[in-house]
């Protein structure tokens, strides 16, 4: 568990699936990726993600609001699963509920996630990666310091070349120390 001033990022428990499912089938949180999921895709996620960690002894935590709500979305670090040319390589990502977007969390939690990733894990260097389009991740990435090359920029080989989301753009952070 990795521990904030408001924040508490943990594994998933068996109930984080019904509130990660509504934060799933929200078309507003979901605009920017392929498709909304359906309860049974969105267990299937959880369980991606458990086995990641069992794997890799890092991956999205489940975030919980200290003195507050018990499960707001996922923040963490996980290894980028399909080949580009800037893989392998691990990435720091967040997908929050709507009423809990505009206060920080995803900042505050990826910055646990990579103190975390850079400290205990031994990283050199975390990406993060969003369509185009998607404002709100990108102000995230630069408030964490990372930084965007548009010759980094790629389109993501698990869309179809027809989507709308297919351009990606790419952020970088080094660790300091190494």
């Known amino acids: 568990m990795l521990t904030t001033d408001?924040?508490?990022?943990?594994?998933?428990?068996?109930?984080?699936?019904?509130?990660?499912?509504a934060l799933n089938a929200d078309p507003v949180v979901m605009e920017l990726f392929p498709s909304?999921?359906?309860r049974s895709e969105s267990d299937g996620l959880i369980d991606r993600i458990e086995k990641h960690f069992d794997q890799h002894g890092?991956?999205?935590?489940?975030?919980?609001?200290?003195?507050?709500?018990?499960?707001?979305?996922?923040?963490?670090?996980?290894?980028?699963?399909?080949?580009?040319?800037?893989?392998p390589a691990v990435e720091v990502g967040w997908r929050l509920a709507r009423e809990h977007w505009g206060r920080g969390y995803a900042t505050e939690g990826a910055r646990a996630a990579l103190a975390f990733a850079f400290g205990d894990v031994g990283l050199?260097?975390?990406?993060?990666?969003?369509?185009?389009?998607?404002?709100?991740s990108r102000a995230v990435?630069?408030?964490l310091g990372m930084t965007h090359d548009p010759v980094d920029d790629f389109d993501h080989p698990r869309l179809a070349p027809d989507s709308p989301i297919l351009?990606?753009?790419?952020?970088?952070?080094?660790?300091?120390?190494?």
């Open 6 to 21: 408001r924040l508490m990022l943990r594994r998933w428990r068996d109930d984080d699936r019904e509130p990660f499912a």
């Open 36 to 38: 909304t999921l359906t």
């Open 58 to 87: 890092f991956g999205l935590w489940a975030v919980g609001v200290v003195d507050g709500a018990s499960f707001i979305g996922f923040v963490g670090v996980s290894v980028v699963p399909f080949d580009a040319h800037f893989t």
């Open 124 to 136: 050199a260097e975390v990406v993060s990666f969003t369509a185009v389009a998607n404002r709100r």
């Open 141 to 143: 990435m630069e408030r």
């Open 167 to 178: 351009r990606h753009v790419l952020y970088r952070l080094h660790c300091r120390t190494r």
